[in-house]
């Protein structure tokens, strides 16, 4: 992968919501079988976590 300037980086408020679940992580920290489980109805500061 490689590194942006960070004079390139544009950051922006999200809009949609999208609730993903996955079955385990690669080595190099990709989600392994993700599945969309859907948009969120209230889009709120919902909580991520990583399962060891």
């Avoid at 609730?19 to 889009?43: F, H, M, N, P």
């Amino acid at each position: 992968m490689r590194m942006l300037h960070p004079k390139s980086v544009i950051w922006l408020q999200p809009k949609l919501v999208v609730e993903i679940e996955c079955r385990a992580w690669t080595g190099d920290r990709k989600l392994r079988y993700a599945s969309c489980k859907g948009l969120r109805e209230v889009q709120d500061n919902a909580t991520v976590y990583e399962l060891d």
